[in-house]
């Protein structure tokens, strides 16, 4: 029997995740129906089986999938191949995970599933609710599930350590063409159009300049030139038309707010813009990319925790003496290399980095906050400990470089990786003791 893994042509349609197959099911009006068969053996794969009723019922998920997707089915004998081979080297890798001990808990099961139902917009109760009216079991659900995490941990355990991407990598992808255009700014829009031709009379046109003048004034920073547009629907019977532009990158912009749009704040309205349609307002809903400018705090602090020979009360007068002592004169960074229980910044004299807003626990960052250059703090207790912590600088600075190679990490990681995986997934298959039944 030739081996046939194909884990690209049909891999996007075919062989999702199994969570998603439940969700494709939930609006399908396939669903499960109830498969019947005399159940033997599909296949032997080296120490476990796949059953013949396990093969048809991933037949019909997958079925209902691609219907779903409103897509055509490969034909009958190709696809019964691609998903019986899916599943025998889903089987090697279930096989993997037993003798590794690979155990997924009910709580992490449970935040699955939770997200589940959230990303079809349902709470987990509905999720069961709707699995049942669908004639979908919510406990197979919940293994099928707990299958694909599984997988996911014995799949990142073999391939990660696999993956390497170099400083190098990141700065050449980042000057390439594809890298350019991934980390280029991109502009969520909305626009209202009058439409008009070029033969409009100037009258017509210009009462229209009037109306979307008298509107940037009444949308004001904050609100939605599309709500403002709902409202004017309701008193006027106008052709005004619409709508969510969405997100656009400065290459895909209509050609009229190509100039326009990158100078524009977020929340702001501008316009009436003329095109050969007619009159345009155009907002700037969120941007991302480009420059991103964040307020940054350099602080330090000094961090002693309670134990079985020192409680709250004695941490937090140990700090008061120690902030004394600085305010007469002694080096903080001396008294945080010699009494500061935070390890990993003892020997810094207690510098904690530039740090951009949510990097601490609230009451830390809000204790920072509040503070002056050079103000030392009163002890004030975190979920560590107590400190008492001193600001050096703020700044505004520009993290849009950090989050491009971050994001280029990302990409380049992931883009290994899938590669990684199809050369394992075709080797432990290839290397496996399989015999097809059917």
């Not at 949308?219 to 409202?231: E, F, H, K, R, T």
Request: net charge negative; with cysteine.
């Amino acid at each position: 029997m030739k081996n046939v893994t194909t884990f690209k042509p049909l891999q996007a349609l075919l062989f999702q995740p199994l969570w998603l197959l439940l969700l494709a099911l939930l609006a399908s009006p396939l669903a499960l129906a109830a498969v019947e068969v005399i159940d033997h053996v599909a296949a032997i794969v080296d120490d476990d089986v796949v059953m013949s009723s396990e093969l048809e019922e991933r037949i019909v998920q997958i079925k209902a999938n691609i219907k779903s997707q409103d897509q055509a089915p490969p034909p009958e004998g190709e696809l019964r191949e691609q998903i019986l081979n899916q599943m025998i080297v889903e089987n090697l890798q279930m096989q993997m995970a037993h003798r590794a001990g690979v155990r997924i808990s009910d709580a992490q099961l449970n935040q699955a599933m939770g997200r589940v139902a959230a990303q079809n917009g349902l709470t987990l109760d509905q999720f069961r609710e709707q699995l049942d009216q669908e004639g979908l079991s919510y406990t197979s659900a919940r293994e099928q599930i707990r299958k694909e995490m599984i997988i996911q941990q014995v799949q990142s355990g073999n391939i990660n350590n696999r993956v390497e991407v170099s400083e190098q990598e990141i700065t050449n992808f980042l000057g390439s063409t594809e890298g350019k255009l991934m980390s280029s700014p991109q502009y969520h829009l909305s626009h209202i159009l009058a439409p008009m031709n070029s033969m409009a009379k100037g009258k017509e046109e210009a009462d229209m300049r009037a109306l979307f003048d008298r509107a940037k004034q009444e949308i004001g920073p904050g609100n939605s030139l599309l709500d403002w547009l709902a409202q004017y629907r309701q008193q006027s019977a106008s052709a005004l038309q619409g709508g969510d532009l969405g997100w656009r990158k400065a290459s895909d912009l209509p050609a009229i707010f190509t100039e326009l749009v990158p100078g524009m704040e977020v929340g702001s309205v501008n316009g009436p813009i003329r095109s050969a349609g007619g009159l345009h307002l155009v907002q700037l809903i969120e941007r991302r990319g480009g420059a991103q400018i964040v307020d940054q705090t350099l602080a330090r602090h000094i961090l002693v925790k309670p134990s079985e020979i020192r409680d709250d009360e004695q941490c937090r007068k140990l700090l008061v003496k120690l902030r004394n002592k600085i305010l007469a004169g002694e080096d903080f960074s001396d008294l945080a290399r010699q009494y500061s229980e935070d390890l990993g910044t003892a020997q810094e004299g207690g510098e904690l980095g530039w740090s951009s807003k949510g990097k601490f626990v609230p009451v830390f960052e809000q204790t920072m906050d509040s503070l002056e250059i050079d103000e030392i703090s009163e002890p004030v207790q975190s979920q560590f400990g107590w400190h008492i912590m001193q600001v050096l600088e703020r700044r505004e600075y520009d993290i849009s470089q950090e989050t491009a190679r971050e994001q280029a990490y990302r990409y380049l990681f992931q883009r290994k990786f899938q590669e990684e995986l199809d050369a394992w997934l075709q080797k432990i298959r290839d290397e496996a003791y399989v015999d097809i039944k059917s």
